[in-house]
């Protein structure tokens, strides 16, 4: 029977049998036959249909995607012992299901032995002959990640522990195990401030400058009607609060095929209700003294100043939380405090990038101006810079949480 293995290789491993028919995976427990009970899960997260013409997996516009075998995927056959990543839960595809073998039947003639099949006998001779492993370091051949544990003599392919323990799932075939230097001596992953250049050209990746062109419009527009309309504005904040999100999430699982487009079914005033929250709770102390100090005091001068200081530091972090964990009770110190004090350096340096970014964008808005004092057009060409900036901002915060995500711990099993 096929069957999902959630977080397989680990203490805290369980199995989800599967039934013909179809399955359907998420958050909700009222709205989903198998319930996964993690913040990276979207509500209706994936469906997974059992047939016998085979298994099928179908994401269902989940917020943080689902992949196989590291890629990206909306809809795939799955394969036994392929890996799904469901946001940031782990699972494995099995099926003990196989396809008959069909019994040999021969004839014997008496005083004579049977020959010995051209097929057996060349087996014979591949198991009798050590394997010919290539050396240096190997990846799995689907798991381009995951040092390679294993080797097939006879696909002369490498396979990770989670695809192969001992047979090959392609032929049958013992495989060999590799030298544990050939199979670990791998790359290491770039560093944080390696991957910082990268940043700055993120939103042209893709479809990324067309979707800079248009929502710059679109930006400018709905800001004018905003004016007149509260609903206005809270569909461009939270609009724009779910493009960051995006990629945030994006960023922060290593995908780095450029922006992509919010789904904006029914999560707009969450987005922005998510955002203006955490905006208020980074500057919470802010808040108080403007409306219960005298600011004429100097004592009150001094406190203000540090607030906003502490608030700005704050704030990306708080935001970041937000965006992972989808609550503003991320927004909490105990969350956000420590996660600042384990990576101090790499932090220090995203909150001197992002307040460069404020500041050139602020400069380039105040040039524009300047230079073309006509109705209209600053709007549209500073906007341009705005979003490209934003961009570059949030996906600065995705690729921080991506090379800090052990340190971090936020989901850490």
């Known amino acids: 029977m096929p069957k999902l293995i959630v977080n397989p290789n680990t203490e805290s491993a369980w199995e989800i049998p599967l039934q013909p028919g179809e399955h359907t995976l998420g958050r909700d427990p009222a709205s989903n036959s198998v319930p996964i009970e993690h913040p990276s899960v979207s509500s209706r997260h994936c469906q997974i249909s059992v047939a016998d013409t085979g298994v099928r997996f179908v994401d269902l516009g989940s917020t943080n995607g689902?992949?196989?075998?590291?890629?990206?995927?909306?809809?795939?056959?799955?394969?036994?012992?392929?890996?799904?990543?469901?946001?940031?839960?782990?699972?494995?595809?099995?099926?003990?299901?196989?396809?008959?073998?069909?019994?040999?039947?021969?004839?014997?003639?008496?005083?004579?032995?049977?020959?010995?099949?051209?097929?057996?006998?060349?087996?014979?001779?591949?198991?009798?002959?050590?394997?010919?492993?290539?050396?240096?370091?190997?990846?799995?051949?689907?798991?381009?990640?995951s040092p390679a544990t294993r080797w097939c003599p006879k696909c002369q392919k490498a396979f990770c522990s989670l695809c192969v323990t001992q047979l090959c799932k392609t032929c049958g075939t013992p495989c060999a195990t590799l030298d544990a230097s050939a199979a670990y001596q791998l790359a290491d992953e770039p560093s944080f401030y390696k991957q910082i250049p990268g940043v700055f050209a993120y939103p042209f990746k893709g479809n990324g400058a067309w979707m800079i062109g248009i929502g710059s419009v679109l930006y400018v527009f709905m800001n004018f009607a905003s004016r007149f309309s509260r609903l206005v504005w809270i569909a461009l904040m939270g609009y724009a609060a779910l493009y960051g999100q995006g990629i945030i999430h994006a960023s922060a699982q290593g995908d780095d095929r450029g922006p992509q487009w919010p789904d904006a079914d029914g999560g707009v005033r969450a987005a922005c209700f998510q955002f203006m929250a955490a905006c208020a709770i980074s500057f919470l102390p802010v808040l108080a003294l403007v409306f219960f100090a005298d600011l004429e005091q100097p004592w009150a001068i001094g406190c203000l100043i540090t607030f906003s200081l502490a608030g700005l530091v704050y704030l990306p972090m708080g935001l970041l939380s937000v965006a992972m964990f989808d609550s503003v009770a991320a927004v909490n110190p105990m969350v956000v405090a420590p996660a600042i004090l384990r990576i101090p350096l790499a932090y220090l340096t995203t909150i001197v990038l992002l307040g460069a970014l404020v500041c050139v964008s602020y400069g380039i808005d105040v040039v524009i101006s300047l230079l073309i004092p006509v109705p209209f057009v600053p709007s549209v060409i500073g906007s341009l810079f705005s979003m490209y900036f934003f961009t570059v901002a949030m996906r600065l915060l995705g690729v921080m949480y991506y090379s800090k995500r052990r340190e971090i711990g936020w989901f850490n099993s």
């Open 66 to 145: 689902s992949f196989i075998e590291n890629e990206p995927v909306s809809e795939a056959a799955l394969q036994p012992g392929q890996q799904i990543r469901i946001g940031d839960v782990v699972l494995r595809f099995e099926s003990t299901e196989s396809a008959p073998v069909a019994k040999k039947v021969g004839i014997r003639i008496a005083g004579h032995e049977p020959p010995a099949s051209p097929s057996a006998s060349g087996e014979a001779e591949a198991a009798a002959s050590p394997p010919n492993i290539p050396s240096g370091p190997m990846t799995c051949r689907y798991h381009a990640k």
